[in-house]
């Protein structure tokens, strides 16, 4: 009997003994680690502006004037991405008081970039007192898809391994997506965001009317503003404008229009001569084979080339009035081509549009033909 009970004693020290060893292991599979990546860029946009006119030079009779219309155009360019960077969380939890974590080491691949850790409570923490949760963060070099990288240790030296990639793809923070664009001449025309882009503003603008003859030129700046840098960009176009008025001397000489529209009445010249067959017009004009007629449909405009283009239409009507013998003109033909040589040989503006309005108030002194 006596040997009966110290078996059933034995039996049942082995027995409390393995329910001790079942309360203190450490309960792995209840240790649950999760963790985020939150890419962060800035994106800032670059803009350009263009502006046009529909009509670069007009000529105007004294007290006249005409209608030109501008054109703005603002596109986006493209942009620039910076300061990418990661932050994220790490969360764990086990509700085991066998589980001390003693080291949380996050890194960033490829790169082996190092990241700031930041846990509470502070390590080393007991997973049975609650969770445990760090944050961190990381600047990157470029916008290459990582991966964000967790290993944490324990007292024991136990560990956990987690990980999680992520992308750069719509930018956190947006620099100058908006412009304003302002006109000198039209005040403010309007925003353009990136989603509108390109944006073309209208205008239409009255040139004239001028008491004093003479040429003048109308200029005309649109400027874009970016809305948080302030950046700006700017373009414009310019109209050149020839006043042309009746001189009081009475002299008569027929206008460009007349010799252009009346090749019939030409004396001393023909149509198909070139200008380099009357006039000494430098190379680099380029104007040297067009035909005086043509040249009486000069429009002109901006620079000496422009300049040079009016003169050049009034001179060839001076010529015409003054080898018609039914036209009373104050210039000889000699008289007329001497003036414009020596003009053309300056290749200055000034000087040249000088002498086109000079001969323009001859050319408008009234047609008698």
């Known amino acids: 009997m006596e040997r009966r009970k110290r078996g059933l004693s034995v039996l049942l020290l082995a027995a409390v003994a393995f329910v001790a060893t079942l309360v203190v292991a450490p309960a792995a599979s209840a240790w649950t680690v999760t963790m985020n990546a939150n890419p962060s860029f800035k994106r800032t946009y670059d803009w350009a502006i263009e502006k046009s006119v529909s009509q670069s030079s007009v000529t105007l009779e004294q007290g006249e004037s005409k209608q030109v219309t501008y054109s703005v155009t603002v596109t986006n360019t493209g942009f620039t991405d910076s300061d990418w960077a990661v932050s994220g969380n790490v969360n764990m939890t086990a509700g085991d008081d066998a589980i001390t974590v003693a080291t949380v080491d996050i890194i960033i691949v490829p790169g082996s970039i190092g990241a700031t850790e930041n846990c509470t409570?502070?390590?080393?923490?007991?997973?049975?007192?609650?969770?445990?949760?760090?944050?961190?963060?990381?600047?990157?070099?470029?916008?290459?898809?990582?991966?964000?990288?967790?290993?944490?240790?324990?007292?024991?030296g136990g560990g956990r391994f987690v990980q999680t990639p992520f992308a750069f793809t719509n930018p956190t923070t947006e620099i100058d997506e908006c412009v304003l664009v302002t006109d000198s001449q039209a005040g403010t025309l309007g925003t353009v965001c990136?989603?509108?882009?390109?944006?073309?503003?209208?205008?239409?603008?009255?040139?004239?009317?001028?008491?004093?003859?003479?040429?003048?030129?109308?200029?005309?700046?649109?400027?874009?503003t970016t809305n948080d840098t302030g950046a700006t960009g700017s373009d414009d176009a310019q109209v050149d404008v020839d006043v042309v008025c009746r001189p009081p001397t009475g002299d008569e000489g027929c206008t460009p229009g007349y010799w252009k529209n009346h090749p019939e009445a030409w004396t001393g010249f023909t149509t198909g001569q070139t200008l380099?067959?009357?006039?000494?017009?430098?190379?680099?004009?380029?104007?040297?084979?067009?035909?005086?007629?043509?040249?009486?449909?000069?429009?002109?405009?901006?620079?000496?080339?422009?300049?040079?283009?009016?003169?050049?239409?009034?001179?060839?009507?001076?010529?015409?009035?003054?080898?018609?013998?039914?036209?009373?003109?104050?210039?000889?033909?000699?008289?007329v081509i001497a003036q414009v040589n020596a003009a053309l040989a300056t290749l200055d503006r000034s000087t040249i549009l000088d002498l086109a309005t000079d001969l323009d108030n001859k050319n408008n002194g009234g047609c008698p033909l």
């Open 194 to 224: 990136v989603g509108d882009a390109p944006k073309t503003f209208t205008y239409t603008k009255t040139i004239g009317p001028f008491s004093e003859c003479g040429p003048r030129k109308i200029d005309n700046t649109a400027v874009f």
């Open 276 to 335: 380099e067959s009357v006039f000494d017009v430098p190379d680099s004009l380029g104007l040297d084979s067009v035909s005086l007629h043509s040249a009486l449909s000069f429009g002109g405009g901006p620079g000496t080339l422009g300049a040079s283009q009016i003169l050049l239409r009034a001179s060839v009507a001076a010529l015409l009035n003054s080898a018609s013998s039914g036209v009373d003109y104050p210039l000889t033909t000699a008289q």
């Open 121 to 156: 409570p502070a390590l080393p923490f007991n997973l049975g007192g609650g969770a445990l949760n760090c944050s961190y963060s990381a600047s990157l070099p470029n916008g290459d898809p990582r991966t964000a990288q967790m290993h944490a240790t324990t007292t024991d």
